[in-house]
């Protein structure tokens, strides 16, 4: 499950703005705005009890600044808290 691409990872650029979010509905809605803002969206697939594996996040090594959020419950804030321990060992 680690290893499942990020939702919306083939579409990334190849540097800008990144906002990570909890599911696909999530980056879904949040798509338009980001558009608009000339920002990109994705999204995690695995669920809040597990987490994306190093090779799901490579392709935002390239980012310039990667903002995480997540669902408002205690599993959405550990999710991103593992989210954002992997992101500063790569």
Same mark, same amino acid.
């Given at each position: 499950? @680690?290893?499942?691409?990020? $939702?919306?990872? @083939?579409?990334?650029a190849?540097?800008?703005? /990144?906002?990570?979010?909890?599911?696909?509905?999530? &980056?879904?809605?949040? &798509?338009?705005i980001?558009?608009?803002?000339?920002?990109?969206? /994705?999204?995690?697939v695995?669920?809040?009890?597990?987490?994306?594996?190093?090779?799901?996040?490579?392709?935002?090594?390239?980012?310039?600044?990667? $903002?995480?959020?997540?669902?408002?419950?205690?599993?959405?804030?550990?999710?991103?808290?593992?989210?954002?321990?992997?992101?500063?060992?790569?």
């Amino acid at each position: 499950v @680690d290893e499942l691409p990020l $939702y919306g990872a @083939d579409t990334l650029a190849l540097d800008g703005t /990144v906002i990570i979010v909890e599911g696909e509905k999530a &980056a879904d809605a949040l &798509a338009p705005i980001a558009d608009e803002l000339s920002i990109q969206a /994705v999204a995690t697939v695995c669920g809040a009890a597990s987490g994306p594996g190093d090779a799901a996040l490579r392709p935002l090594r390239s980012q310039v600044r990667v $903002y995480l959020w997540p669902d408002a419950d205690q599993p959405g804030e550990d999710h991103m808290a593992r989210i954002a321990e992997r992101l500063r060992k790569q």
